[in-house]
């Protein structure tokens, strides 16, 4: 599957972004979708999950009560709403897919996008 992320930005500290990740190539329903976050100088990081049907997400401890992660299977589409931007969340953001159960850890992934960036300033 390939995946086109985009929506990246500046913003200041406190703002909003949306990323969206569109998909392509094969069923997109059959993948649980996820954004990881890579930062200069730091290891790419887990940041949200969704699984196949959207029923259920999950997130990382840094972003939780913050960040929204959705999907539209009808537009092959996974989102990430970001809202109460920190400084800290500069970093290139990535979608991600796995045919597994879950996608919270790096190894599962079978499939990245291209990563877009994300910039909050103070």
């Known amino acids: 599957v390939q995946l086109q992320a985009s929506g990246g930005g500046l913003v200041q500290a406190g703002g909003s972004l949306r990323l969206s990740c569109a998909a392509s190539g094969r069923t997109f329903s059959n993948y649980v979708m996820g954004w990881f976050r890579q930062a200069p100088g730091k290891e790419r990081e887990f940041v949200a999950g969704i699984t196949w049907t959207g029923s259920s997400a999950y997130y990382a401890d840094s972003v939780k009560g913050r960040f929204t992660i959705s999907r539209d299977n009808a537009k092959n589409t996974v989102y990430l709403q970001m809202s109460g931007l920190k400084p800290e969340d500069t970093a290139v953001y990535y979608c991600?897919?796995?045919?597994?159960?879950?996608?919270?850890?790096?190894?599962?992934?079978?499939?990245w996008g291209q990563g877009t960036q994300v910039t909050v300033s103070s």
């Open positions: 991600a897919a796995t045919s597994k159960r879950t996608i919270s850890v790096l190894g599962t992934v079978d499939y």
